[in-house]
């Protein structure tokens, strides 16, 4: 590997649309014409950390490859094929729910409401919801924290179509990155406010993780849940980072309120 690092041409690796990772992280290494993907992290704790996660999941294989470490640089296998699209079929959406299932086994230590209260503290400092709102969304949320009764695991929490590629009809998460520490499923949130909208789509994704992993504890108040925890922190990033991407403030703020009046007998 050392080898490689020192022979190999590294520039920023982009996706398949051109764009960049926001960590600034993630390079493309060449050597003698063949492709490798170098992780150049900035603390060598996350490197270790990241390269332990790859180690507890490779064995599932939808993970590139681990070829080794040499400090904060970590090296993996490139897949080639494509980035996945807005539109995949039936089958690929539900090896997205296998993998989440796979990653959702890893169960960590945390806690489940830090980050949620954080971002709502954001949101309301900003004030980027009313007053009457807030207090809502603090009510909601400890009625569903009590009959949620999350737990903390590995999630792929962030999932959309240049996170994943499709090689040889097989799904790869190749964005180690995005794995974190969140509550249980919270990948859904992203996924099916922004990806898979539809209710088949969202079908297929739970069947691929009901093969992996049980679904018991998913009930439609625990979906209701993870989808608070991610409003919440969407409402925030859109102000935040300020970009196109996140234009969607309104669209946020709406399907906020339409949950809010789902428990609106709450007081």
């Not at 993970?63 to 040499?70: A, D």
């Not at 729910?97 to 900003?126: A, D, Q, S």
């Not at 969304?137 to 499709?166: C, M, W």
């Not at 669209?251 to 007998?265: I, P, S, V």
Request: with cysteine; aromatic share 14%; charged share 35%.
């Amino acid at each position: 590997m050392k080898h490689l690092l020192k022979n190999g041409k590294i520039s920023v690796l982009t996706s398949d649309d051109g764009g960049e990772g926001w960590s600034g992280e993630v390079h493309l290494l060449v050597y003698e014409g063949k492709k490798y993907v170098l992780r150049k992290y900035k603390t060598l704790k996350r490197a270790k950390y990241f390269e332990e996660i790859s180690n507890k999941l490779e064995k599932y294989g939808f993970l590139p490859k681990l070829l080794g470490r040499v400090g904060k640089d970590v090296l993996y296998e490139y897949i080639k094929g494509r980035d996945l699209i807005k539109k995949e079929n039936t089958s690929i959406i539900y090896q997205i729910g296998e993998i989440c299932g796979y990653i959702n086994k890893i169960k960590v230590n945390g806690n489940v409401t830090r980050r949620f209260k954080k971002n709502l503290k954001e949101v309301k400092k900003r004030k980027l919801i009313s007053k009457e709102e807030i207090i809502k969304v603090e009510n909601i949320y400890q009625f569903l924290l009590g009959k949620a009764k999350p737990i903390f695991t590995l999630d792929a929490n962030d999932l959309h179509g240049s996170n994943l590629r499709l090689r040889d009809g097989r799904v790869y998460l190749v964005d180690i990155d995005s794995i974190a520490e969140r509550p249980k499923l919270f990948a859904i949130g992203k996924a099916f406010f922004k990806w898979f909208k539809k209710p088949l789509q969202q079908l297929e994704f739970r069947k691929g993780y009901s093969s992996i992993s049980s679904t018991k504890f998913w009930t439609g108040e625990y979906q209701d849940f993870i989808y608070l925890n991610w409003l919440i922190q969407d409402i925030y990033y859109c102000h935040y980072f300020k970009k196109k991407k996140y234009a969607g403030i309104k669209l946020r703020k709406e399907q906020l309120r339409d949950l809010l009046n789902k428990y609106g007998e709450l007081k």
